[in-house]
């Protein structure tokens, strides 16, 4: 996504979209990763988050995968009917599910999901994630979109804690 | 009724009507402008999009592999324990 600069660090993030997702309901965009600078990928610009909003949840993504060492995502598109289970199946496509956090929001069906993998969630309990959805949904529902989803990552990192081969 | 009083009758009424017109002309300006922004419960139109923190690892970890099966029919992985929250607002 929003890097800065094409030399960016391996680690900054990026943008997907794509094929379809199969499922009942859904008519999900799933990613083809790709680096998602505005001058190599328009289709950024005409995304549901500014110029601005992307460069900090851009931060956002690479200081809590930094600080916990898992992989956090954030996709924003149609979840369809059953958005619980659209959610789990665009978790399951990362690359290592069971440390990985997707935070997936369809801002026309209202609805935010946050889905931990196996490892994720005994860091990420999901009172915490609760507790962290409660502050994003504030934030969607005054119409901040990059406020509520940097919001949740920053809530979402701190309870993870620092990754465990800091301690 | 005087004419200088007309005259100040109509200096005074095209002044007021002169700036309701400025003043809609900026709404209207205005809401077009930022019409791509995000209210709830209004027509959003986006390109939806992902955000990877890592997509240059998730990319030699096999996730383009994953969706090229999903659009195939079949499904990449089985079903794992997984946690987290929903919400709606």
Avoid at chain 1, 52 to 68: F, G, K, N
């Amino acid at each position: 996504m929003i890097a800065g600069e094409v030399t960016a660090a391996p680690s900054s993030g990026g943008v997907v979209e794509g094929s379809t997702v199969e499922g009942p309901g859904v008519a999900a965009t799933v990613p083809e990763p790709q680096r998602a600078h505005p001058s190599y990928h328009p289709e950024v610009v005409h995304g549901p988050l500014s110029v601005r909003a992307l460069l900090r949840v851009d931060e956002a993504l690479r200081l809590a995968d930094a600080a916990t060492g898992l992989t956090f995502s954030v996709y924003i598109g149609e979840l369809g009917e059953d958005s619980r289970d659209t959610a789990q199946r665009l978790h399951a496509r990362l690359a290592d599910p069971d440390v990985s956090v997707l935070i997936a929001i369809s801002p026309n069906e209202r609805v935010l999901e946050i889905v931990t993998g196996s490892r994720a969630r005994k860091r990420i309990l999901d009172r915490d994630a609760h507790l962290a959805a409660k502050s994003m949904v504030a934030a969607f529902s005054g119409g901040d979109l990059g406020g509520g989803i940097v919001a949740g990552i920053a809530q979402l990192a701190d309870h993870a804690g620092r990754a465990p081969s800091d301690n | 009724m005087s004419s200088d009083f007309v005259r100040m009758l109509v200096i005074l009424i095209g002044i007021a009507v002169a700036f309701a017109l400025v003043l809609a002309g900026l709404v209207f300006a205005g809401g077009g402008r930022r019409s791509k922004r995000y209210r709830p419960g209004r027509p959003f139109k986006f390109t939806p999009v992902w955000f990877l923190s890592a997509p240059e690892e998730q990319s030699r970890a096999g996730i383009a592999r994953a969706l090229r099966a999903a659009t195939l029919g079949g499904r990449p992985t089985g079903p794992r324990e997984t946690g987290g929250a929903s919400d709606r607002w």
